[in-house]
């Protein structure tokens, strides 16, 4: 069965400091991973997805993670944190359960950022 | 492409009513429809999985005659809350798949309130 960790409900950084929320996933086949950012009172929005290929992956608004095997995370970065980048993200896994690719969110981490 | 709608956005009923909330696809046909509800400050928990044409597909614990899901077109899901009580108030999220796809797209959310 699928599962996902986000390690760190609550994560502060300075403004311009490196931003490393983490993602860890257990899966019995390759998974499919994403990473989403929610805003208040609104939907989610995609920031950026491994499915396969390169595991070093790039987003929107600079961030990106690297899928790696071998540790079973999918860690998100983004060199300089902006005071826009303050929201709640959300790790997911999915997997092809006969074609509904079904997604487990990570129970989510919020991102501050100090001026 | 890929835009996702909800209706409404936000609903305020007293006890003992139904709620009705639609989710479209605007620009793409979705085979499969996805229901989520989110508490305060919690993460997406998925409520079912509608495929279009087919009764829904409900999670473990989720009310099927209490949460009433039909997906009768490739573009159009509803979503609603029979009798609905104060603990039914929540965020409620639908995403959005398409034949063929492995990513879920998301609408914005209504925010369900039960006086």
């Known amino acids: 069965a699928q599962s996902v960790t986000q390690l760190g409900s609550h994560v502060s950084v300075s403004e311009g400091a490196l931003v490393l929320l983490r993602c860890n996933y257990s899966?019995?086949?390759?998974?499919?991973l994403f990473w989403y950012v929610q805003y208040p009172n609104q939907g989610l929005q995609l920031l950026l997805k491994?499915?396969?290929?390169?595991?070093l992956v790039k987003g929107i608004n600079g961030f990106e993670a690297e899928f790696k095997k071998s540790e079973t995370s999918f860690h998100l970065t983004k060199p300089s944190a902006h005071m826009s980048d303050a929201a709640e993200y959300f790790c997911?896994?999915?997997?092809?359960?006969?074609?509904?690719?079904?997604?487990?969110f990570g129970t989510g981490t919020r991102l501050k950022v100090l001026a | 492409g890929a835009v996702v709608s909800q209706h409404p956005s936000r609903v305020i009923c007293k006890s003992g009513t139904s709620v009705k909330i639609e989710c479209r696809s605007l620009?793409?046909?979705?085979?499969?429809m996805f229901w989520y509800r989110q508490f305060p400050k919690q993460s997406l928990m998925l409520m079912a999985t509608?495929?279009?044409?087919?009764?829904?597909?409900?999670e473990q614990g989720v009310e099927k005659d209490k949460f009433l899901i039909n997906h009768a077109s490739l573009t159009l899901s509803t979503l609603t809350v029979t009798s609905a009580h104060p603990e039914d108030s929540s965020f409620y999220i639908c995403?959005?798949?398409?034949?063929?796809?492995?990513?879920?797209?998301f609408g914005p959310g209504t925010r369900l309130t039960v006086l």
């Open positions: 620009d793409f046909q979705a085979t499969t």
């Open positions: 899966s019995s086949v390759p998974p499919y």
């Open positions: 997911a896994v999915s997997e092809d359960t006969s074609g509904t690719y079904k997604y487990i």
């Open positions: 995403s959005a798949k398409a034949s063929g796809g492995n990513e879920q797209f």
């Open positions: 491994y499915t396969t290929g390169a595991t």
């Open positions: 509608s495929n279009e044409g087919s009764k829904a597909t409900y």
